[in-house]
Structure formats: structure tokens, C-alpha cells
């Protein structure tokens, strides 16, 4: 089974603090993506990754950035966090966009909270 | 852009009765569709997918299909079980690389 794991279930931090949240998954997946979720608002993409080295801004991109140095690992990086980044982060990869057809799996989220 | 919309809301069924979640979205020209499942506090898990070209697809008690001229797919659920509570996400595949999510239906099944 794809397994998605993430750094942290829950995160409190405070405003202007640089924060990282760390994503790993162990099937030699090409993409990995970051979301958040929050109420009435659905899941929205963050960044997403297609390889190794590589990222693209998804819809919200301003105030995170992303690394991605190994395969497996997706880093989400809050800079300088901002109350208005309190929210459930969840991660995801997928095996390759060759066939677009495959399904995403998801890691079980991060509830950070920034004060 | 595209836009996926999830009605009901919120659902409370009594256990045993079939019911049937709706998802509407407003670009046709989508390449899959896919049903998450996420359990409060948890992540998504996958529950089917759906091809552009495919119609339905069925797993167990569950049936998706898909209707892209009219930009509408529902989740069929057979004899609901308390098991099945939980929140029920559609989420659109439009390119090679992205997902657009609806705000799910909130599923209660009381025993």
C-alpha cells in the first residue's frame, strides 16, 4: 500500500515564525502536492511537484514556499506565518502524470494553528 | 476556471436506506473525476475514479458515474451503514497535474 506520511499532526506556531512541514511518501512517486483546507472553502492547491528539484505554483502560492531535493520528500516552507495561514495542510503524491488518470493519495494532514 | 459544487451540504440518513450524492462542475472538458472519503481530522481517501470516457465505475456498495455533457456525476451508496459517515469530496482532474475540489457533502448515517 502507498503510504503518505507527514511531520506533524498538529502545529502551533506563532506570527512571523518560519515553519516547515515535511511530506514522505514510499512508493517512488514523481508528483507530490501540497494543499489546504479549510471550512466552506474546499481543498485548494498550494504547489505541486513533478520530480525531483522541480515546482509549480498551484492557485494559492503567495506566502509558502516548497523544496523538493529528494524524490520523496515534499517540503511546505510558511516563511514568515501569518494568523491567516491557520489551517489543515494536507499532502499528497502521485505516481506519474503520464496518464493522468492516476488517483492521488493523500498523507493525514497537518492541523497548524498560528497565534 | 473551473468549479465544482457539492449539494447537499450536510445528509442524514437512516441506516439501510440508498442514497445518492451529487457533484456538479462547470468545465466539461475534464480529463477524470474521483470520490474521496475523509473521516474528521484525517486525509482523503481515495474511493473511485472515473475516466472521461468511462460512465461509471463501481466498487462494493459504492457507484460513481459520470455524465460530461451535463457536467454532472453522482456517488450512488447502497445500503448505508453507520460505517459510512463521513465527508464526501468530488474532486475534478481538468489537466495533467491538478485537482479541483469540491466542499464535500457531510455524511451521517444513524443506526
Known amino acids: 500500500d502507498v503510504k503518505v506520511t507527514q511531520s506533524s499532526r498538529y502545529l502551533v506556531k506563532r506570527t512571523g515564525e518560519k515553519v516547515f512541514l515535511e511530506c514522505v511518501q514510499d512508493?517512488?512517486?514523481?508528483?507530490m502536492f501540497w494543499y489546504r483546507q479549510d471550512p466552506g472553502l474546499g481543498l485548494r492547491l498550494i504547489y505541486f511537484?513533478?520530480?525531483?528539484?522541480?515546482?509549480e505554483k498551484g492557485d494559492i502560492p503567495e506566502g509558502y514556499s516548497v523544496s523538493r531535493e529528494k524524490k520523496e520528500r515534499f517540503s511546505l516552507i510558511l516563511e514568515s506565518a501569518s494568523t491567516n495561514q491557520t489551517s489543515m495542510y494536507l499532502c499528497?503524491?502521485?505516481?506519474?502524470?503520464?496518464?493522468?488518470?492516476?488517483?492521488?493519495?493523500f498523507g493525514p494532514g497537518t492541523r497548524l494553528t498560528v497565534l | 476556471k473551473q468549479e465544482v459544487t457539492q449539494i447537499p451540504a450536510a445528509l442524514s440518513v437512516p441506516e439501510g436506506e440508498n442514497l445518492v450524492l451529487n457533484c456538479s462542475f462547470t468545465?466539461?472538458?475534464?480529463?477524470?473525476l474521483q470520490w474521496f472519503r475523509q473521516d474528521p481530522g484525517k486525509g482523503l481517501t481515495s474511493l473511485l475514479l472515473?475516466?472521461?470516457?468511462?460512465r461509471e465505475q463501481t466498487s462494493g456498495r459504492l457507484n460513481a458515474s459520470l455524465d460530461k455533457s451535463s457536467g454532472r456525476s453522482t456517488l450512488y451508496i447502497a445500503a448505508s451503514q453507520p460505517g459510512d459517515s463521513a465527508t464526501y469530496l468530488c474532486?475534478?482532474?481538468?489537466?495533467?497535474?491538478?485537482?479541483?475540489f469540491g466542499s464535500g457533502t457531510q455524511l451521517t448515517v444513524l443506526p
Open positions: 499528497a503524491s502521485r505516481y506519474k502524470t503520464s496518464g493522468i488518470s492516476d488517483t492521488q493519495y
Open positions: 512508493m517512488d512517486h514523481e508528483n
Open positions: 472515473i475516466q472521461s470516457s468511462q
Open positions: 474532486a475534478v482532474g481538468g489537466s495533467a497535474r491538478q485537482l479541483t
Open positions: 511537484s513533478y520530480d525531483v528539484k522541480m515546482k
Open positions: 468545465d466539461s472538458a475534464i480529463y477524470n
